[in-house]
């Protein structure tokens, strides 16, 4: 409970700037008045003080209060601004001006909100920035003839906000209330609204407004009797029907209504020859005629329901159209179009090009994929052919799109002609290889270098290695395109001539690994063979400085140059497919013999080293294969003498097979199955 004494600051207070003590003093040793100089207002040494604390919550009941702003010396400080806050609930009047030459400034408080309410002060400077001083306690309290509602002191008796208690609103329905003694009474009623039972409890409880002295049939009070449409027989008379005084039927001059129990237009039929097709008893249509319940094609409403021709089952196009029972494909059948046409009867939409003519047995079959005179039979004018199997190349020579042929059916060209639906693919175009396809697709099949067709940059690029400046041999024992890891292929060598009896096969060389070599071929087919594909065969100086390697001091083809090259065999570290070095067959005893494929991997070392010279790429072709064993190699001494040379694998001595060993000579008949060759270049073939 705060007294009525003066309240003195009591909360903490808060310093925001500091100064020293001004240097000039006023008459009370502070600043001279109107002048704050340096001062710095002390909390310890102002006050704030109330009077009274306790006060009618009238409005009116005010309490003064009092700031006084001194420095620490305890001295006045005139003209600083005192600033009072406070909550919404009082009325706050600020000090009129600055503190005066006692440091005193008077601000005033009142309220008409019982309730203790917190008033706070503070002063502010320009320069010194501001000092809370603190707050005081206010203590509002009801007059005795106002009742104490909470948030107001109201009057119980007058205020309509509060009317013979707090918190109790006077509000009645349609009416204008005043509060009279406490009680909530009418005023006056809103407009519109009557009084019609003189109950101030239910207000204006009447909603109506006088338009006339008598009623009329219209569902209102007119002359705001209490009664609705008097004199008005609204329960039978159709003209005035129900509570809205409805005439019934009106607008539906074919319609027949009753006015029913309870003032409700009844539909009661419509007039002979209109129909109430839409359920809302209007008997709008008509006239019609009622013939049948289902209806025909014949333009007309047989059964008066608004509709002509609707639901009707729709004849097949063999009753309908003139289609023969046989047909069955779809232009005959269902994706033709039945249409009624009113009093014209059925009518017959048949896809484009199909029954064109007088009638479908009058219109001439054509070859398009279409049966169309619907006779059952498709594009039977153009003959058994059309359907078959047919590829890209079919009447070209054969092969023809090579890698890029593909396949399809005879299928129709015009109205009468056919053609073959598949069509050369260059998307399967790729680089020429040495396998009997022609895998570019220009219609030459492995060509190399030295032919028309390489114009391109698509031809066959043998596995080759530079062993000279312009010598370049082959690294693999020469094979057929057509020859595999098993099979040597077929054909002969012989281009331009052949002996007695044999053709020209035109079969072209190529080097390539992990094939069987060419063999049983004699020196004129290797001859002409090397020559088709822009080389020669090779002489037995250019065969040995194959054999002979990088070093040119190798004795036999192993791998690398150097010592190695010049010792003979060792098993299981370096060794070629000659008879009594290599096993073919370890599953049987003894040594067994036969040929391998070009650089076959079961042999060790078995390569001639050429790494690191010029023209050859480590890994690629830097290395020459079987050049000791698994086949001899003939190679041109002069024309029509030839060399055999490095040994097979039927070679028994391995002196037999060395880099130099030229024994064998032969003819130009000669051919055995252990012999082969390879061809020899004085321009690279893959360029």
Not at 229 to 235: P, R
Not at 363 to 386: F, K, R
Request: proline share 6%; aromatic share 6%.
């Amino acid at each position: 409970m705060i007294s009525d004494a003066k309240l003195l600051l009591v909360s903490s207070l808060a310093l925001v700037a500091c100064g020293g003590k001004s240097a000039n003093s006023g008459p009370h040793g502070g600043n001279p008045p109107g002048d704050t100089g340096s001062a710095v207002p002390d909390p310890a040494q102002s006050s704030f003080v109330a009077e009274p604390t306790s006060l009618s919550a009238d409005g009116n009941d005010a309490a003064t209060l009092t700031v006084t702003v001194r420095d620490a010396a305890g001295s006045p400080i005139p003209g600083v601004t005192v600033m009072l806050t406070a909550p919404s609930q009082v009325v706050l009047v600020q000090p009129g001006s600055p503190t005066n030459a006692d440091g005193v400034a008077v601000g005033y408080v009142t309220s008409t909100v019982s309730g203790a309410r917190v008033v706070a002060a503070a002063v502010g400077s320009l320069t010194l920035g501001s000092v809370t001083f603190g707050s005081v306690t206010l203590t509002f309290t009801c007059p005795t003839w106002l009742a104490d509602c909470g948030d107001v002191c109201a009057d119980l008796l007058t205020d309509i906000g509060h009317c013979g208690a707090c918190n109790t609103p006077c509000t009645l329905d349609g009416a204008v209330p005043w509060c009279a003694a406490g009680t909530c009474v009418i005023d006056h009623c809103q407009t519109g609204r009557v009084d019609w039972d003189g109950l101030p409890a239910n207000g204006c409880e009447m909603t109506c407004t006088k338009s006339a002295d008598i009623d009329t049939c219209n569902g209102v009070d007119d002359n705001c009797s209490g009664e609705v449409d008097e004199g008005f027989s609204t329960q039978a008379d159709p003209r005035h029907c129900g509570a809205a005084c409805t005439p019934c039927g009106e607008g539906f001059p074919h319609a027949r209504y009753a006015c029913g129990a309870g003032g409700t237009c009844a539909f009661a039929g419509c007039q002979p020859g209109y129909w109430d097709i839409n359920g809302e008893g209007s008997c709008s249509y008509g006239p019609c005629i009622f013939t049948s319940t289902s209806e025909v094609c014949n333009g007309l409403d047989d059964n008066c329901d608004g509709q002509v021709d609707e639901g009707l089952t729709l004849p097949s196009p063999v009753v309908a159209c003139g289609v023969s029972p046989a047909a069955t494909s779809p232009e005959c059948i269902s994706a033709v179009t039945v249409t009624c046409n009113g009093a014209a009867g059925w009518s017959c939409t048949f896809p484009a090009g199909v029954c064109t003519g007088a009638s479908c047995a009058a219109t001439p079959e054509i070859c398009d994929g279409l049966d169309n005179n619907c006779n059952g039979y498709v594009d039977e004018n153009a003959g058994p052919q059309l359907g078959q199997a047919c590829a890209s190349d079919d009447g070209k020579p054969s092969g023809a799109d090579g890698a890029c042929r593909t396949t399809g059916f005879w299928v129709c060209n015009g109205s009468n002609g056919l053609k073959c639906s598949a069509v050369k693919d260059s998307s399967h175009a790729t680089q020429e290889i040495a396998d009997g396809i022609d895998n570019d697709c220009d219609g030459v099949i492995d060509e190399t270098y030295n032919m028309a067709a390489a114009a391109d940059g698509n031809f066959v690029k043998p596995a080759v290695t530079q062993i000279g400046p312009s010598l370049w041999i082959y690294t693999y024992e020469a094979s057929r395109a057509s020859a595999s890891a098993t099979t040597p292929g077929s054909g002969n060598g012989y281009f331009t001539s052949a002996p007695a009896g044999k053709t020209l096969d035109h079969t072209l060389p190529t080097s390539v690994s992990d094939r069987l070599p060419w063999t049983s071929v004699t020196g004129p087919e290797v001859d002409q063979a090397c020559a088709a594909i822009g080389g020669r065969t090779c002489s037995p100086a250019d065969w040995t400085t194959a054999c002979k390697a990088k070093s040119g001091t190798c004795t036999w083809g192993y791998d690398p140059a150097g010592a190695v090259c010049t010792t003979g065999y060792v098993a299981g570290t370096k060794f070629c497919n000659l008879a009594t070095t290599y096993d073919f067959n370890a599953g049987l005893a003894g040594i067994q013999n036969g040929l391998l494929p070009t650089g076959s991997t079961t042999l060790l070392s078995c390569d001639a080293d050429w790494s690191g010279t010029t023209g050859n790429t480590a890994g690629v072709d830097d290395r020459i294969f079987d050049l000791t064993g698994n086949v001899r190699e003939l190679t041109l001494v002069a024309a029509n003498q030839y060399a055999l040379m490095g040994g097979s694998f039927m070679t028994d001595l391995e002196q037999g097979a060395t880099c130099s060993f030229t024994f064998y000579n032969v003819s130009q008949d000669f051919a055995f199955r252990d012999a082969g060759f390879r061809c020899c270049f004085n321009t690279d073939p893959r360029l």
